[in-house]
């Protein structure tokens, strides 16, 4: 069985899986150089011959247990008809969604249509990957999603998001509702074209009180995992709510993932003795940690193989690779789990 979905099954390992969120892309010279191939970023996203070698560039250079699909949360809304632009230098633009007529305007019946190349590309890596290397495919959650959607573009807080959802909740589960259905019709089809394990992406989790919690993200990643397990029963799924502090807990019991990515606010011992008696762990080294290196990494690393190395358990970051993470850090991290020096 593949190193990564051995964990996934529950199985302890002596060395873990390695993967890194945000392992391809940005921090990496390879990826910065066939950047350039494209004038902007969907462009790139949309080229399954760019996306098969960015999915590749990691692997091939760290010698990682899994590939995450070259893509970005992003494509979904833009598959729905939503304009999405990808500024350089500034993140995403999105054309907001700021009421219910707005919704009314996106468009669900194309989807797959819409995102032939991003499955293109998972069939092209399948076709490239080492067969003991996982490959893994990504969705942002529905909360996540509309975060995006209706701010228009990153932010802070998500202001507009959360007073919508909170002063017109019935409107704004119109938007959830079609996003539940967009993103289970695309995991679906990712696993279909090969991926191997699907996370969930969601990383702005921790801007809901505990009520908004179980309404907008449990509520619809059980959902989701119910709807993709429908068609692919016991499919490998990896959940995480980003910032969700105790909510971790309610999370891991009640959505129906098979493993739980950790942020790095989250203690070690807490996850070990609350969730990793029930489901796989991954995580959660500090992503600044892993740029700084020197002694305080080292330390950190081994700690968390300490700690969660004795039960089912995926080596990651606690979120994404930052861009000027340097690569002998991510080399060094390797090498420590692996005990090679
Ligand atoms: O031109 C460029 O290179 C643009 C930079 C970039 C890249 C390389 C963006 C814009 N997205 C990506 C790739 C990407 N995005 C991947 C594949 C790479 C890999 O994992 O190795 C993945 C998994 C994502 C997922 C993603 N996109 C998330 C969820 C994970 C997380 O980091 O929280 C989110 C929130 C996004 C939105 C997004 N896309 C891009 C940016 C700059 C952002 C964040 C905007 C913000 O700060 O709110």
């Known amino acids: 069985m593949k190193k990564l979905l051995k964990s996934l099954r529950g199985y302890h390992q002596e060395t873990p899986p390695i993967w890194l969120m945000r392992q391809a892309g940005r ?3 390879e990826y910065l150089e066939l950047r350039k191939k494209t004038e902007t970023f969907l462009e790139f996203c949309y080229s399954p011959e760019l996306a098969i070698e960015a999915t590749l560039q990691p692997v091939k250079r760290y010698d990682l247990d899994a ?42 019946e194309k989807i797959e249509d819409n995102l032939i190349p991003v499955f293109e590309a998972i069939a092209g890596v399948r076709a490239k990957l080492r067969s003991d290397k996982t490959l893994i495919g990504f969705s942002g959650a529905p909360w996540t999603l509309a975060c995006y959607m209706v701010e228009g573009g990153g932010s802070k807080d998500f202001e507009r998001t959360r007073i919508w959802a909170k002063t017109a909740p019935e409107e704004f589960e119109r938007l959830i509702d079609l996003l539940i259905i967009s993103i289970s019709r695309y995991l679906v089809q990712k ?19 505990s009520e908004g919690f179980d309404k907008w993200v449990i509520t619809p990643t059980s959902k989701i995992i119910k ?9 490998p799924i990896i959940g995480f709510p980003r910032g969700a502090g105790v909510n971790y807990l309610r999370y891991h019991a ?69 861009p000027k993470t340097p690569i002998s850090n991510i080399e060094r991290v390797i090498n420590i789990l692996r005990k090679k020096s």
């Open 227 to 235: 709807n993709v397990r429908e068609i692919y029963p016991d499919f």
């Open 191 to 209: 696993i279909k074209y090969g991926c191997d394990v699907i996370q969930i992406f969601d990383s702005w989790a921790s801007v809901l009180d």
């Open 254 to 322: 009640e959505t129906g993932v098979s493993a739980v990515s950790f942020d790095s606010g989250v203690p070690l011992t807490w996850i070990r003795d609350n969730i990793q008696t029930n489901v796989t762990v991954q995580g959660n080294l500090d992503n600044m940690v892993l740029l700084a290196g020197g002694r305080q990494l080292d330390e950190q690393v081994s700690k968390i193989h300490k700690i969660l190395g004795n039960g089912p358990f995926i080596f990651n970051l606690g979120h994404g690779v930052l």
């Open 27 to 29: 921090h990496l010279p």
């Open 67 to 108: 590939a995450i699909l070259f893509s970005d949360i992003l494509v979904i809304p833009d598959a729905l008809g939503q304009e999405v632009d990808f500024v350089k230098g500034k993140g995403p633009k999105l054309m907001p969604i700021r009421k219910i007529s707005d919704i009314h305007e996106l468009h669900i």
